[in-house]
């Protein structure tokens, strides 16, 4: 798996926030938490850094991706009861607008962390 120790840690950072605030909080505290949490795990990363979104190879915007690790992996937080399809189509989409390969949907507002690794099959390295 690709990048396979990155995600790794990113999970490891998500369970230690999880397991210490528990859910119910709003998706801003767990960003604060992960922030301080996955220095902890030498993982360096951009938080809400600004992505630009392309169509046919054009911008057409720009979103702000909650983390942006290791300059490889794109992770997205919830904090929801439960993550739905709407949302993990969501980061989808970000990864293929973004042209990152690999991203990371963490949901911490559920009684269980939630997490899923995905791939960007419409990748095209530059």
Known sequence: MKFEDITR??????????????NGFQEVIYQKAMELEMPLHELSF?????????????????????????GLIMVELKALIKLEDVHLAQAINYLEAYNVEVGMLLNFGAVSLEYRRLTNKKYKEV
Do not use: C, W
């Not at 840690?9 to 528990?22: D, E, P, R, Y």
């Not at 911008?59 to 702000?64: A, K, S």
């Open 46 to 70: 951009k938080r809400e850094m600004e992505m630009p979104i392309f169509y046919l190879e054009k911008q057409i915007g720009t979103r702000r991706v909650d983390f942006f690790v290791e």
């Open 9 to 22: 840690s990113i999970l490891a950072s998500a369970f230690k926030v999880h397991s210490t605030l528990g």
